[in-house]
């Protein structure tokens, strides 16, 4: 894969299995990520993992039951924000 510097990419349910492969393999090709999961200590402590392996501080994680439209809606908005402020 090629490097992916100055791409910011969103990878749902990425505190565990696939998810979080494909996370990391794409922070080691420079990708700034967002890591998406719906238990929050968990995700704080992935989101610690993927800035320690990659020394980049502007991954982030983000929290949302996708089983709940609720959930689902403002989880867009702040990805709205984050990519386009
Ligand atoms: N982006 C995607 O399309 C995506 C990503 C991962 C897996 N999957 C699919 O999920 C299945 C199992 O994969 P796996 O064994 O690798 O992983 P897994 O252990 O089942 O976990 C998958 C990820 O999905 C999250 N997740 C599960 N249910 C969710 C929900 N209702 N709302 C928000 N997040 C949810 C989990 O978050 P918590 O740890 O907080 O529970 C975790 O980060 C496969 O069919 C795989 O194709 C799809």
Known sequence: MKSLSNKVVLVTGSTAGLGKAVAFEMANKDATILLHGRNPQKGAAVLK???????????AYYNGDFFSLQQVMPFGIKYYLKCHM
């Open 49 to 59: 993992e993927i800035r320690d392996a990659s020394g980049n501080s502007k991954h």
